[in-house]
């Protein structure tokens, strides 16, 4: 089945730097792919859409100038959360669409990366 | 996309179907019902989705009902490892998928 990785899966920053989580679609090419955040004990919330080489498109009280997301090939999605701050932390998890492959328009989830900043 | 309504938890004897309810009353005609699952800090995992006539493979069953208000997630026999949080989310074709706060199933030993 399609498979989709996430780097780091855990990291720990200090207050004020800038994290990057990098996103990739294994076997398959994701013509759009999808930013997630999880607090503790609540659900997905979908933070942005992107489509490859274009802007990513970020949902109501997503702050686009925080969070950077860059979506350069169909295989690569990154998130960049820039200053981070301690409510910053929680559980962000990528997900991708294959866009042209055998299972058109299904998406599938990455393991998620557990950001906690000090 | 159409809210769902699910149970905020269940549970299940090892063994026994699991029977996962949905509510989704405003669903438009041509919006699928997405069924995912999220094991504890783990991205969520695809199931199984329908549009309108039921669905079966080798992980679940998905039964809708005829007026497609409502749908059943059945795992036919529940192990330790379904223990999860059960995702219930109705979308367009190419629509983004948002999710609830979903079913939390405790398998029993």
């Known amino acids: 089945g399609a498979v989709v990785s996430q780097h780091p899966s855990r990291v720990i920053c200090k207050s004020g730097t800038s994290v990057k989580i990098e996103c990739r679609s294994l076997?398959?090419?994701?013509?759009?792919m999808f930013w997630y955040r999880q607090f503790p004990k609540q659900s997905l919330m979908l933070m942005a859409t992107?489509?490859?080489?274009?802007?990513?498109?970020?949902e109501q009280g997503v702050e686009k100038d925080k969070f950077l997301i860059n979506h350069a090939s169909l295989t690569l999605s990154t998130l960049t959360v820039t200053s981070a701050h301690p409510e910053d932390s929680s559980f962000y998890i990528c997900?991708?669409?294959?866009?042209?492959?055998?299972?058109?328009?299904?998406?599938?989830f990455g393991p998620g990366t557990r950001l906690t900043v000090l | 996309d159409a809210k769902t309504t699910q149970p905020p938890s269940m549970d299940c004897a090892e063994g026994r179907a699991a029977n996962l309810p949905c509510n989704h009353s405003?669903?438009?005609?041509?919006?699928?019902v997405y069924w995912y699952r999220q094991i504890h800090s783990q991205g969520p995992q695809y199931i199984i989705h329908?549009?309108?006539n039921n669905e079966t493979n080798e992980m679940a069953s998905l039964i809708i009902t005829e007026d497609r208000k409502s749908s059943t997630l059945i795992l036919p026999h529940a192990t330790l490892r379904d223990t999860a949080v059960y995702y219930c989310?109705?979308?367009?074709?190419?629509?983004?998928?948002?999710f609830g706060t979903g079913t939390r199933l405790t398998v029993i030993p």
């Open positions: 997900s991708a669409r294959d866009g042209r492959g055998s299972s058109y328009n299904e998406q599938f």
């Open positions: 076997d398959f090419q994701a013509t759009t």
């Open positions: 992107s489509n490859e080489g274009s802007k990513a498109t970020y």
């Open positions: 405003t669903i438009s005609g041509n919006e699928y």
């Open positions: 329908g549009l309108k």
């Open positions: 989310i109705v979308r367009v074709d190419e629509g983004n998928l948002f």
